[in-house]
């Protein structure tokens, strides 16, 4: 069984640069995981970021960017701010038109 | 502007069934699938399945099959996720969201509390 992999936390300083990883657990992310990236704030639906690798989502500013990084797909966030505190999942495609979310990443902004 | 309401908040014994609806509204309902996914208390997120607005396909993963029914109501504008032999470990909050194609679920519903307690 497939299962997709987070670094569960992560800290950035205000205005800094942080990336976070999503991997599996046997073998390597690629674009054909079609991976996906979705912020969630407390008490709220997940908000998506990227999907498709590295297409933002409407809306979404600039400085979230997704990408294929060595074996992972890994989202980054240039020039962070304090409301991107918050947790972050990403979503893989595991074939038969279904996705498995990893186990979600919490970003300190401090 | 793409909305979807969920039904409210249920509380079910072990053994019990949920039937949790999810209207959609302000597009095609039958351009798009409607996925499942479902969060725990303090947990991630746990992607279940999804039901096509046009022909009313369906899918759900591994662990929720057999347990999970999906139907749709297309005059309605309605998908229902119906999850049974409920344990309490299915105590979670259930979402629907729209998907649009390359893992993007753009549009979600407000979440629906499901607690399964004796």
């Known amino acids: 069984q497939t299962v997709v992999t987070q670094e569960p936390s992560f800290s950035v300083s205000p205005g800094g640069t942080v990336t976070l990883t999503c991997g599996l657990s046997s073998g390597s992310v690629s674009t054909n995981f079609y991976p996906s990236w979705y912020q969630q704030t407390p008490g709220q639906p997940p908000r998506a970021l990227i999907y498709n690798t590295n297409t933002r989502s409407f809306g979404v500013p600039a400085r979230f960017s997704g990408s294929i990084l060595g074996d992972k797909a890994a989202l980054t966030i240039t020039g962070a701010q304090a409301d991107d505190e918050c947790d972050y999942y990403c979503m893989l495609s595991v074939g038969g038109g279904l996705w498995e979310f990893g186990g979600g990443a919490k970003l300190t902004v401090l | 502007q793409v909305q979807l309401v969920q039904s409210g908040a249920e509380v079910k014994k072990p053994g019990a069934s949920v039937k949790v609806s999810c209207k959609a509204s302000?597009?095609?309902?039958?351009?798009?699938?409607l996925h499942w996914v479902r969060q725990a208390p303090g947990q991630s997120l746990e992607y279940m399945g999804w039901?096509?607005?046009?022909?009313?396909?369906?899918k759900s993963s591994q662990k929720f099959q057999g347990r999970v029914t999906m139907t749709r109501d297309t005059s309605a504008g309605t998908v229902y996720m119906e999850l049974s032999s409920l344990r309490s470990e299915d105590t979670a909050v259930y979402y629907c969201?729209?998907?649009?194609?390359?893992?993007?679920?753009?549009?979600w519903g407000q979440g629906t509390l499901v607690t399964v307690s004796s």
């Open positions: 302000g597009y095609t309902f039958s351009s798009y699938a």
């Open positions: 039901i096509a607005g046009g022909n009313g396909d369906t």
């Open positions: 969201t729209r998907g649009v194609g390359g893992g993007n679920l753009d549009n």
